[in-house]
């Protein structure tokens, strides 16, 4: 349980997710810029976002769980691990970090600071990408507390790396990142009118993850 008050738990979670989305937003843009290969770009999107993912968790986690993610919260809050009074405050402060993270982007790449995405990301096989991806992410983040807590942030930096790869959607798995990935027209864009499907996804995965992992971890000692 963290021993930090909620104005600095809040202040985290706005800075983590701030980092996190100005990492995947500017490292598609960089890689987009380097290559017209795609299968490059989406390479060079996905290590900074693993090693970022690292990084934010092992510095930030102390202080507010370093969740950056709405479901990741209401997933916690299911387990009664953080109380539902919090949910919203955690909840705005990570979206305002990601929009914000996704203008720093734009900012540094001298990109119009406004946008909204024209990609398209929609359909049964991508919302399943998603809770597959979210049910992963919960999952690992799980198992990692109950056996090794010291690796959590590399379990979960590894397996965003590799859900990039292996999902349909490239594992947004994150409402707060897909609404801040609709104000970017850019790489990792996703048009705001596919917002529902994805967190809709992404919420009912973490908690099909919260539910399987509760009843798979529970020793009968």
């Known amino acids: ?28 843009i960089m890689a ?13 999107n996905t290590i900074p976002t693993g090693a970022i993912l690292v990084v934010l968790i092992t510095v930030l986690g102390p202080v507010s769980g ?41 900012v540094m790449f001298e990109l119009d600071v406004v946008q909204l995405s024209q990609t398209v990301r929609t359909g049964g096989a991508q919302w399943f990408a998603e809770f597959v991806a979210t049910f992963g992410l919960m999952a690992v983040i799980l198992g990692g507390i ?10 979960v930096g590894l397996y965003i790396t590799a859900a990039y ?12 990142v897909a609404i801040s990935r609709a104000l970017t027209d850019t790489f990792s864009g996703i ?17 099909a993850a919260v539910a399987v992992m509760g009843w798979l971890l529970k020793s009968n000692n």
């Open 146 to 155: 109950k056996f090794r807590t010291d690796a959590v942030a590399w379990l």
């Open 1 to 28: 349980m963290s021993t930090f008050d909620l104005p600095r738990r809040l202040a985290a979670e706005a800075l983590g997710t701030c980092a996190l989305v100005c990492t995947v937003v500017g490292s598609g």
């Open 66 to 106: 370093a969740h950056f993610n709405p479901a990741v919260s209401f997933g916690f809050a299911l387990r009664r691990d953080l109380p539902w009074s919090e949910i919203v405050p955690y909840v705005l402060s990570q979206i305002a970090g990601g929009i914000i993270g996704t203008w720093a982007a734009h």
């Open 32 to 44: 987009d810029k380097l290559t017209g290969d795609v299968a490059l770009s989406l390479l060079g």
């Open 191 to 207: 048009r705001p009118v596919d917002l529902p499907g994805f967190i809709s996804a992404e919420l009912i995965g973490a908690t």
């Open 165 to 176: 790869w292996f999902t349909a959607s490239t594992s947004f798995a994150n409402p707060a």
